[in-house]
């Protein structure tokens, strides 16, 4: 039996304003092929499908579009909640749409309730109605949704509103559910969970670890599974040799510019796993991080490649150029993101405008001052010389009064 390891799929999403619908169809084209030609039994989504939790009907739409066609193909889909979907409306219509093989997980009831596949040659149907049929080696495959701490704490049986504690729980849950199926035949566990994930090992005295001020849980609670399957984090990466992030298959910030995006294929038969291999899907657009000054980056031969991408660029020039960003889509048209960090300045350019404000001699200088606080340049000739010109109308008009 072959799975397909995805998540963060992140549909409806915008790219820097752009509308990435598009590229995310091309996404589930590359998908769907793959599922065919690698004769993919099972597709697993770990997360995050959606990238809000009211999603446009268009979104909706290449969802549905995506089922079908993974359907279709021939591959079951077992599909869970993360914290970016409304958990009640993915979930909707759940029952009905596991007559057509996608299983979704989303309540938090049904997370020790897994899909079984046979695994024996000769075991027959893997409808999901056969779910307790026969008596040999199965695959059980269970979903974990985003666990809120606040929100599910109670119903979980912990004290501690925390990631650690909840989601030892639910895995606490699955082994219990696990151990009482194993008494009666071979069954190896896929566990889809939507969560952060460290390396640390766990301990009473040590419960919470922290990424970014998000709790985090220890890789230990996924001890003893075949395969865990994690969202969330959108970087593909390799925690053990059996728990494993997918990432997003398309990059959705400047950050995963050197992404190179892609799934897992497991290979499972009635001894377990036999082998994870990587998929990699094509990017529709490259992205480019660019810094330098505006001459040099509108000038050098080396930046050629990134004419056709997304480009983020830091300008580095002693002072802001006038016009930076017109004069970068001159050459690079896609430029999304504009920043500045002037290298070389004077040491006055870090003084703070108050200081530099009670320093001002006259009416100009301080004109002169705001202009260049503001935007990051000096007043140039002609600019100074309107300035001049105000002020001495201004003066003008106050003398005649």
């Known amino acids: 039996m072959r799975l397909l390891h995805t998540s963060?799929?992140?549909?409806?999403?915008?790219?820097?304003?752009v509308g990435m619908l598009d590229a995310q169809r091309a996404f589930v084209d590359q998908l769907v092929g793959v599922v065919r030609e690698q004769s993919v039994d099972v597709v697993l989504i770990?997360?995050?499908?959606?990238?809000?939790?009211?999603?446009g009907v268009d979104v909706v739409?290449?969802?549905?579009?995506?089922?079908?066609?993974?359907?279709?193909?021939?591959?079951?889909?077992?599909?869970?909640?993360?914290n970016h979907d409304s958990a009640i409306r993915l979930g909707f219509a759940s029952r009905l749409l596991e007559?057509?093989?996608?299983?979704?997980?989303?309540?938090?009831?049904?997370?020790?309730t897994p899909l079984l596949l046979p695994l024996a040659e000769d075991a027959g149907s893997n409808d999901a109605g056969s779910n307790d049929a026969?008596?040999?080696?199965?695959?059980?495959?269970?979903?974990?949704?985003?666990?809120?701490?606040?929100?599910?704490?109670?119903?979980?049986?912990?004290?501690?509103?925390?990631?650690?504690?909840?989601?030892?729980?639910?895995?606490?849950?699955?082994?219990?559910?696990?151990?009482?199926?194993?008494q009666t035949r071979t069954v190896h566990s896929v566990v889809l969970a939507h969560t952060f994930a460290s390396g640390g090992i766990s301990s009473d005295s040590e419960r919470d670890l922290s990424i970014g001020g998000v709790g985090a849980v220890p890789l230990d609670l996924f001890d003893g599974f075949s395969y865990t399957a994690l969202g969330h984090l959108h970087g593909r990466q390799t925690l053990s040799p059996t728990v494993r992030y997918s990432g997003s298959p398309l990059a959705y910030s400047f950050s995963e510019a050197q992404h190179q995006?892609?799934?897992?294929?497991?290979?499972?038969?009635?001894?377990?796993?036999?082998?994870?291999?990587?998929?990699?899907?094509?990017?529709?657009?490259?992205?480019?991080v660019l810094r330098g000054t505006l001459a040099e980056l509108l000038a050098a031969e080396e930046f050629g490649?990134?004419?056709?991408?997304?480009?983020?660029?830091?300008?580095t020039d002693a002072q802001r150029p006038a016009q930076a960003m017109e004069q970068l889509r001159a050459r690079f048209p896609d430029t999304l993101v504009l920043g500045f960090d002037p290298q070389g300045g004077e040491a006055t350019a870090k003084t703070s405008y108050s200081s530099r404000l009670a320093q001002a001699g006259d009416?100009?200088?301080?004109c002169c001052g705001f202009l260049e606080h503001v935007r990051g340049r000096s007043a140039d000739d002609a600019e100074t010389a309107v300035l001049a010109e105000a002020l001495e109308a201004v003066r003008l008009e106050g003398v005649s009064r």
């Open 8 to 17: 963060d799929w992140h549909l409806g999403r915008s790219f820097h304003g």
């Open 46 to 55: 770990a997360g995050d499908v959606y990238d809000r939790a009211l999603p």
């Open 61 to 82: 739409g290449l969802l549905d579009d995506a089922l079908v066609r993974l359907s279709g193909a021939g591959a079951k889909v077992v599909l869970t909640s993360g």
């Open 99 to 112: 007559r057509g093989g996608v299983h979704l997980r989303t309540r938090l009831a049904e997370l020790d």
């Open 134 to 182: 026969g008596s040999g080696p199965v695959l059980a495959i269970y979903g974990i949704p985003w666990l809120e701490p606040r929100l599910v704490a109670a119903q979980l049986g912990v004290e501690t509103a925390s990631h650690f504690e909840v989601t030892r729980a639910a895995t606490g849950l699955i082994r219990a559910d696990l151990a009482a199926r194993a």
């Open 261 to 288: 995006k892609g799934g897992w294929l497991i290979d499972v038969d009635a001894t377990g796993v036999t082998a994870v291999t990587e998929v990699l899907w094509e990017a529709p657009r490259q992205l480019a």
């Open 305 to 315: 490649w990134a004419e056709g991408a997304y480009c983020q660029v830091t300008l």
């Open 363 to 366: 009416d100009l200088s301080i």
